[in-house]
């Protein structure tokens, strides 16, 4: 096997280990704030959308260090024990108690900012210019593959129930947090790419690697070079640009993962499928996703056109899907108590326009996502994981923020917030576009002086 197709191997069994423990945690998060609401009735008493916001706050702060973490102990054992608290935080579902489900919503923050970091920067490592878009759109689109295997069982295990009861809960959660450790393991299979150059015979590079050893002396000096590039980065032009579309991301992150499939679990108008429907949500969220994901994968390589149209569809897909929410479901219904709401918004509740908009926000997403990943892999080819490290901080500081408001706000305030967002990010991503050839020239010329 060729050294190309070995890394095309690699980024496709990084996309294979996400989806296995993304199809445990994205279910999770899908149904938390539907499960916690049945339990406070019960000694327990909790929110799902606090969890949350505990996650994405602690992530975004833990993006400060994660460079240096991953600098450290390289990427692969970085998503390996990261991927043991994603385990221990699902676990939790299976016994909750307040103080071990907010304790464990911390440490999954810090965890988290640490795989992401490190996945961005695998992901780089076994691509160049030319596979980047490639890769990004084939790692999306196994990424999001998580949201359809999860959410059927939850469709089919749910159909008819309106409460959720304690054998319900424990059979899915210890299903999930089993699946999640599978893909954890699975991150062993990541081969070095410069340690199959030299089984060929051909001498390694200079990329970042994923398993060799170095000194402790030199581990330390990498730990503190990430973090600088970390603060230098965040003040140049490209990433304050890519911060207003990073922080879209982040909003409707929180609104398709978390708060969607609670505002369709509460509207009592669509009877006793009302909770297996949360499931059915989360499904065509994925097929958009991975739709989208292996489209844009796909024409990477024939797109004369740049990443700008595949962000235009993006919002355009979003600004459709918002205005028919905005439409269908009642206006309290991301707060809505145990007992659903019974309010009717502009026209009745329609569970074929409610399942509709859960596919057009995800198609939505890959647009946005695999064009940053790829820009983004483009523009800091040679140090990526600071990048991807301020990527999934702006991303997460936002996320937490909507975490947050989505306890209070109504939902057209939620719909009318990421529609001003996404307008301004979407302008700001075109800018970046247009430059990227001249920033990534500017670049070459500087490292070959």
């Known amino acids: 096997m060729n050294p190309e197709s070995k890394k095309q191997l690699n980024v496709i069994v990084l996309g294979v280990a996400f989806m296995f423990m993304f199809t445990a945690f994205q279910t999770c998060g899908n149904t938390a704030q539907t ?7 019960t000694d327990f008493h909790g929110s799902g959308y606090t969890s949350m916001a505990i996650i994405y706050g602690v992530f975004s702060a833990s993006n400060l260090i994660s460079p240096s973490v991953v600098a450290i102990a390289g990427p692969q054992l970085s998503m390996f024990f990261s991927g043991i ?14 103080w071990s489900f907010y304790t464990a919503s911390v440490f999954l923050g810090i965890a988290a900012a640490i795989l992401w970091t490190a996945q961005g920067n ?10 980047i878009g490639r890769n990004s759109g ?26 959720i009861a304690e054998s319900d809960r424990r059979t899915v959660f210890i299903a999930l947090t089993v699946i999640s450790l599978v893909g954890t393991v699975l991150f062993f299979l990541i081969r070095n790419p410069e340690e199959s150059n030299m089984e060929e015979g051909e001498t390694a590079g200079d990329a970042d690697n994923l398993v060799e050893p170095t000194s402790d002396q030199s581990k330390m000096t990498r730990a503190a070079d990430a973090f600088k590039s970390s603060i230098k980065l965040c003040f140049t032009k490209e990433i304050l640009l890519l911060s207003i ?16 499939g609670t505002c369709v679990g509460a509207v009592n108008k669509f009877g006793a499928e009302e909770k297996s429907l949360i499931g059915l949500s989360g499904i065509f969220i994925g097929i958009g996703e991975i739709l989208g994901g292996g489209i844009f994968g796909l024409l990477s390589k024939s797109n004369r056109f740049g990443r700008n149209p595949v962000v235009m569809l993006g919002i355009i897909v979003h600004f459709i899907a918002f205005y028919l929410i905005f439409y269908n479901i009642p206006n309290d219904a991301p707060i809505a108590s145990i007992s659903g709401t019974d309010s009717v918004a502009y026209m009745e509740p329609s569970k074929e326009v409610a399942i509709f908009c859960s596919f057009l926000l995800g198609l939505g997403d890959s647009c946005f996502n695999t064009q940053l990943l790829s820009i983004l892999g483009y523009l800091y080819a040679e140090d990526s994981a600071p990048a991807f490290a301020i990527f999934k901080f702006i991303q997460s500081v936002c996320a937490a923020v909507a975490f947050f408001y989505s306890n209070y706000l109504l939902l057209q305030w939620q719909l009318l917030i990421m529609a001003v967002v996404g307008f301004f990010g979407t302008i700001s991503f075109f800018t970046v576009e247009w430059e990227a050839p001249a920033f990534v020239a500017k670049n070459v010329d500087y490292s070959s002086i």
């Open 35 to 41: 499960v916690i609401t049945n339990l406070n009735s």
């Open 85 to 98: 608290f994603y385990s221990i935080y699902i676990a939790v579902f299976i016994e909750p108690y307040p």
């Open 122 to 131: 695998c992901l780089t490592i076994n691509s160049n210019e030319n596979t």
């Open 138 to 163: 084939i790692f999306w689109a196994l990424l999001q593959s998580s949201l359809f295997f999860g959410n059927l069982y939850i469709y089919f295990a749910w159909q008819g129930k309106t409460h």
């Open 245 to 260: 579309t990073t922080a879209y991301t982040g909003l409707e992150l929180t609104f398709f993962s978390g708060v969607y």
